[in-house]
């Protein structure tokens, strides 16, 4: 089975190369467009389908840079995702489905993935679910 979903992911983490001076709190982050500028962990959905960025107008994404060098990226994604199904107790069986993350080349050793605030399972209430990545 298959569930669709759109999404805003979050991913932060600190590159110390890129601390600057704010000038006396005067500078509260910089935003680019451009991904390609800074480095970025090389995430990818384990149980993607399908997926796709949105581009209408222009892309849908950000990457903000703090003057401690923290650096929050931001984008706008669909996906259809693979959900295992059991089905069991059908007609009375509840289903749970994951969105699971990794890192396509780097190890634990060097990335590790962990949740920015403690989540729960979906409830149609909750909207959001922020990934922070950090690297050791």
Same mark, same amino acid.
């Given at each position: 089975m298959e569930f669709s979903v759109q999404i805003t992911?979050?991913?932060?983490?600190?590159?110390?190369?890129?601390?600057?001076n704010d000038q006396k709190g005067k500078i509260k982050y910089l935003t680019m467009t451009e991904r390609?500028?800074?480095?970025?962990?090389?995430t990818f959905f384990r149980n993607e389908k399908d997926g796709k960025f949105h581009n209408i107008i222009q892309p849908n994404l950000y990457v903000r840079v703090y003057p401690n060098g923290d650096?929050?990226? %931001?984008?706008?994604?669909? +996906?259809? !995702? %693979?959900?295992?199904?059991? +089905?069991? !107790?059908?007609?009375?069986?509840?289903?749970?489905?994951?969105?699971?993350?990794?890192?396509?080349?780097?190890?634990t050793k060097d990335l590790v993935y962990s949740w920015k605030k403690k989540a729960k399972a979906y409830d149609g209430t909750k909207r959001d679910y922020n990934l922070q990545s950090t690297i050791e």
């Open positions: 992911f979050r991913q932060q983490w600190n590159d110390n190369r890129l601390e600057f390609s500028k800074v480095w970025m962990p090389d650096v929050l990226y %931001s984008i706008r994604v669909s +996906l259809t !995702l %693979s959900c295992p199904m059991d +089905l069991e !107790l059908f007609p009375l069986d509840t289903q749970t489905c994951h969105l699971k993350v990794a890192s396509y080349g780097w190890t």
